[in-house]
T-cell receptor, first 116, second 114 residues
Framework: AQKITQTQPGMFVQEKEAVTLDCTYD???????LFWYKQPSSGEMIFLIY??????QNATEGRYSLNFQKARKSANLVISASQLGDSAMYFC?????????????FGDGTTLTVKP | ETGVTQTPRHLVMGMTNKKSLKCEQH?????MYWYKQSAKKPLELMFV???????ENNSVPSRFSPECPNSSHLFLHLHTLQPEDSALYLC?????????????FGDGTRLSIL
């Protein structure tokens, strides 16, 4: 069974600084995809970044980058130059090849607060 | 305008009522999903539809009944709900159900059961 662990219930960061949100995962499947989503207080979930298990490079999307360490089964999200609008809940999620098609597993989430 | 639209945004109902949640996606996707998000719990997948066919029912009680008339629309019919069913219900879609496809979510329906 696949499992996602986010050990930081809450994080604080000063505006314009970088922050790392932790995510570790567990799966027996060598082929899987990892995702990060952002959920502001308004409720909608916003897709941020994707990393495939066979991707050679760490994924980057603007100010978001994924620190993918396959041997450690970790996929930490790095947000550079934090902005006040980055304050939200962040979820790490995974899909692997062996689970029923379409099924994603989500972590418990990390609440990020950006301080001015 | 969001690519995935959910209505209503808020719903308050009694335990004996029957209501439906609606989800519409304008992204041309083929897979659609219902999730339940309760306070202090991780996001729970409820149902998955791929090309209008249900591919996943994650042991959801029968008081929740999904309907997918076409790839753009997804409904969740509710009847005789319990107080513990109060939660945020999120609809999502993806191009396909492949593992590399991100999901696009709606704003959710916040459901309160009296």
């Amino acid at each position: 069974a696949q499992k996602i662990t986010q050990t930081q219930p809450g994080m604080f960061v000063q505006e314009k600084e970088a922050v790392t949100l932790d995510c570790t995962y567990d799966t027996s499947d060598p082929s899987y995809g990892l995702f990060w989503y952002k959920q502001p207080s308004s409720g909608e979930m916003i897709f941020l970044i994707y990393q495939g298990s066979y991707d050679q490079q760490n994924a980057t999307e603007g100010r978001y980058s994924l620190n993918f360490q396959k041997a450690r089964k970790s996929a930490n999200l790095v947000i550079s130059a934090s902005q006040l609008g980055d304050s939200a809940m962040y979820f790490c999620a995974m899909r692997d090849f062996n689970t029923n098609a379409g099924k994603s597993t989500f972590g418990d989430g990390t609440t990020l607060t950006v301080k001015p | 305008e969001t690519g995935v639209t959910q209505t209503p945004r808020h719903l308050v109902m009694g335990m004996t009522n029957k209501k439906s949640l609606k989800c519409e996606q304008h992204l041309g996707h083929n897979a659609m999903y219902w999730y339940k998000q309760s306070a202090k719990k991780p996001l729970e997948l409820m149902f998955v539809y791929n090309f209008k066919e249900q591919t996943e029912n994650n042991s959801v009680p029968s008081r929740f009944s999904p309907e997918c008339p076409n790839s753009s629309h997804l409904f969740l019919h509710l009847h005789t709900l319990q107080p513990e069913d109060s939660a945020l219900y999120l609809c999502a879609s993806s191009q396909s159900n492949r593992r590399d496809q991100p999901q696009h979510f709606g704003d959710g329906t916040r459901l309160s059961i009296l």
